[in-house]
């Protein structure tokens, strides 16, 4: 972490005074998302992010003003990516039900999106009672299309397999609960679960759910 935060902010001086706001914007934001990894959310400070980025603090002044704006804007950041990411892959038309679900599924996990260090960022928001609010103003519009597109998927593989029994809001509630365990588990143990681990895992549960949908993964002896 050390070497990569010295090459960032070599290059940061470099382009410092010369690259257009949208580049310095994004350095500052992923200095922010270093800073928050390293110190926490109440740990990190203009300053902190500064330093990570090798920029000047009236630059982050300048397209912040507040930390407080600072972090808003790269938990908006981070939401949108996560956002824009699981709706280009449904873009395919060609794709059926079960794998526009699997889509979504994958997107929560992909190595760009599904990371101890971006996953901080998350954690720090759930963690802080003061931020809490923050969190679910700032995302509860994404999160909610998301839960939308979700469910109408739900529903048309329940339709297609005649899975009378199964709620699609109940299988939606417990996918968010695997998300969410799976995240920290990633940000607790990253030596010892990974993206890929959580993926076979949620389409074992989509397996018994939805059997004639999805197949379950199965372990090598």
């Avoid at 759930?126 to 299309?145: C, M, N, Q, S, W």
């Avoid at 895992?201 to 197949?215: D, G, M």
């Amino acid at each position: 972490m050390a070497k990569k935060t010295r090459e960032r902010r070599g290059s940061a001086k470099t382009a410092g005074r010369t690259a257009p706001p949208e580049v310095r914007r994004a350095q500052l934001i992923d200095a922010t998302i270093d800073s928050i990894a390293q110190y926490g959310l109440s740990g990190t400070t203009m300053s902190t992010v500064t330093r990570i980025a090798g920029l000047s603090q009236g630059i982050a002044n300048f397209h912040f003003q507040s930390k407080k704006n600072m972090l808003c804007e790269t938990l908006r950041f981070l939401a949108e990516e996560h956002h824009d990411l699981w709706k280009a892959q449904l873009a395919d038309s060609s794709l059926s039900s079960a794998e526009k679900l699997l889509a979504i599924v994958d997107a929560h996990f992909h190595a760009k999106i599904c990371n101890p260090r971006k996953l901080a960022v998350w954690f720090g928001f759930f963690g802080e009672p003061a931020h809490r609010d923050t969190y679910r103003e700032l995302v509860k519009d994404i999160d909610a299309e998301r839960w939308e597109v979700s469910v109408g998927l739900c529903r048309a593989i329940r339709e297609q397999g005649k899975y009378e029994s199964v709620d699609p809001d109940s299988v939606m509630r417990n996918l968010e609960a695997l998300y969410d365990g799976f995240f920290l588990n990633i940000l607790i143990y990253p030596d010892m679960f990974s993206g890929d681990d959580a993926k076979r895992l949620v389409r074992n549960f989509l397996a018994r759910a939805f059997p004639e949908h999805f197949s379950p993964f199965l372990e090598r002896s």
